[in-house]
């Protein structure tokens, strides 16, 4: 996936989330429960940016976001978020 500043990225219909404190778990829903092999838990930061991503907001609008909320090099964090969200893409969990 070619992801740019202007890509609007979407979470998957067939997966679920829930916050447990400071982490989020993304567990894919699937057909069966003996093909439930996998599921993800994100940090804070990896929770920030999954609740960032909602189908409206763009990449340049959620490294923003992520850029008030963090200290760090904006260039650094835009690096970081993008290589995040094409992760997380490429784990099935969004799409553009």
Known sequence: MS??????PQ?????LSRRIVDEIV??????????LDAFFSLNETGASVWE??????TVAEIVA????EYEGE?????????AF???????????T
């Open 65 to 68: 976001a992520m850029e008030d």
């Open 26 to 35: 993304i567990v894919p829903v699937v057909a069966s429960v003996g093909a």
């Open 52 to 57: 960032k991503i909602d189908g409206r907001s």
């Open 11 to 15: 979470k998957q219909d067939d997966v």
């Open 74 to 82: 904006p260039g650094e964090i835009s690096l970081r978020v993008t």
């Open 3 to 8: 992801l740019s500043a202007a890509s609007v």
């Open 85 to 95: 969200i094409n992760e997380l893409a490429a784990a099935g969990l969004v799409r």
